[in-house]
């Protein structure tokens, strides 16, 4: 473990100090993702696992890796190199396909179902679709457009749930509030599944390689039943500055965010006026399924105070 830590420091280093942290989710973000899926799973898979993080830290929140079954892919093989030498380090067993392969054009677990899905796919990953058809049941709910693979990775993701699965998304914040038609399409289709369980929008700062301001969706597996409520957090307030250009999510500002999906999750209808609110599929519909937390989430009145 102390060599796996010492190998997570040297990743760290190098994707904030190099620019390239494409392949590496910092990891305050990928604690947050791993919070919102709930019970220990007993199978995870990560479609773009760059340097495998995210199986490190849901196997370090479960306590151990016994009767886990882990898959995943990588596209780039030296990233997927550095994952199976991460997974090494900790004695970690990873199925992550016989080699690199772009997922959404080359799926390498096609029959995979999992209790558990962490993701931190490329932002907006334009000219996606290569070998992809129509006709492939992923896109059961539409055919995203080659200029973005937003709705793909979505699609992708929730066909690799169990009914009773949950998956954590980060996406780019364009993904709540395209009106593309192919992707408001794919977006309400989703919705009238009760597909997404979650929206959390993220403070600026978190990621190493982009600007580009992201969210995290929480998505259902296809058996959760009827419930098209959809839980909205608006997170941008959350975090603290560990360098001028650098912020971490807090352990007091994951846990937040936990408590109210958590209390959602049992029945309840939390409401923070700044931080979060529960919305109806009618609800949606009616602001043309835009799921912009700040769209819907009553304003903190000066007594309140703002989020965070």
Same mark, same amino acid.
Request: neutral net charge; contains cysteine; aromatic residues 6%.
């Given at each position: 473990?102390?060599?796996g830590?010492?190998?997570?420091?040297?990743?760290?280093?190098?994707a904030?100090?190099?620019?390239?942290?494409?392949?590496?989710?910092p990891?305050?973000?990928?604690?947050?993702?791993?919070?919102?899926?709930?019970?220990?799973?007993?199978?995870?898979?990560?479609?773009?696992?760059?340097s495998?993080?995210?199986?490190?830290?849901?196997?370090?929140?479960?306590?151990?890796?016994?009767?886990?079954?882990?898959?995943? &892919?990588?596209?780039?093989?030296?990233?997927?190199?550095i994952?199976?030498?991460?997974?090494a380090?900790?004695?970690?067993?990873?199925?992550?396909?016989?080699?690199?392969?772009?997922?959404?054009?080359?799926?390498?677990?096609?029959?995979?179902?999992?209790?558990?899905?962490?993701?931190? @796919?490329p932002?907006?990953?334009?000219?996606?679709?290569?070998?992809?058809?129509?006709?492939?049941?992923?896109?059961?709910r539409?055919?995203?457009?080659?200029?973005?693979?937003?709705?793909?990775?979505?699609?992708?993701?929730?066909?690799?749930?169990?009914?009773?699965?949950?998956?954590?998304?980060?996406?780019?914040?364009?993904?709540?509030?395209?009106?593309?038609?192919?992707?408001? &399409?794919?977006?309400a289709?989703?919705?009238?599944?009760?597909?997404?369980?979650a929206?959390?929008?993220?403070?600026?700062?978190?990621?190493?390689?982009?600007?580009?301001?992201a969210?995290?969706?929480?998505?259902?597996?296809?058996?959760?039943?009827?419930?098209?409520?959809?839980?909205?957090?608006?997170?941008?307030?959350?975090?603290?500055?560990?360098?001028?250009? &650098?912020?971490v999510?807090q352990?007091?500002?994951?846990r937040?965010?936990?408590?109210?999906?958590?209390?959602?999750?049992?029945?309840?209808? @939390?409401?923070? @006026?700044?931080?979060?609110?529960?919305?109806?599929r009618?609800?949606?519909?009616?602001?043309?399924?835009?799921?912009?937390?700040?769209?819907?989430?009553?304003?903190?009145?000066?007594? &309140?105070?703002?989020?965070?």
């Amino acid at each position: 473990d102390v060599l796996g830590r010492a190998y997570e420091y040297l990743l760290e280093r190098f994707a904030g100090g190099s620019g390239r942290g494409e392949f590496y989710t910092p990891p305050s973000v990928v604690r947050l993702l791993v919070a919102l899926l709930g019970d220990a799973p007993k199978s995870i898979y990560d479609p773009c696992c760059g340097s495998g993080g995210m199986f490190v830290e849901a196997l370090r929140h479960r306590g151990s890796a016994d009767a886990v079954w882990i898959c995943g &892919q990588e596209s780039n093989p030296e990233t997927r190199a550095i994952a199976r030498m991460n997974l090494a380090l900790r004695g970690i067993v990873a199925d992550l396909g016989p080699s690199a392969a772009d997922t959404l054009a080359h799926d390498q677990h096609p029959d995979a179902r999992v209790d558990a899905v962490l993701a931190n @796919p490329p932002f907006n990953l334009g000219s996606w679709r290569g070998e992809a058809t129509r006709e492939d049941p992923r896109w059961a709910r539409g055919f995203a457009p080659d200029s973005n693979a937003n709705y793909a990775w979505l699609q992708h993701i929730v066909a690799h749930l169990l009914p009773s699965g949950t998956g954590a998304v980060v996406l780019a914040n364009g993904a709540l509030t395209t009106r593309r038609a192919e992707e408001a &399409q794919i977006r309400a289709r989703m919705l009238d599944d009760g597909l997404v369980e979650a929206v959390v929008t993220l403070p600026d700062l978190l990621f190493y390689a982009t600007p580009i301001p992201a969210c995290v969706w929480v998505l259902r597996g296809p058996g959760h039943g009827t419930d098209q409520r959809v839980l909205l957090v608006d997170g941008r307030a959350l975090g603290a500055l560990k360098t001028r250009s &650098q912020r971490v999510l807090q352990p007091d500002d994951i846990r937040r965010v936990h408590d109210v999906l958590r209390a959602f999750r049992g029945g309840g209808a @939390p409401v923070e @006026p700044g931080f979060c609110t529960v919305v109806s599929r009618a609800q949606l519909a009616a602001r043309d399924d835009l799921l912009t937390p700040g769209l819907h989430i009553p304003i903190a009145t000066p007594s &309140q105070g703002p989020a965070g």
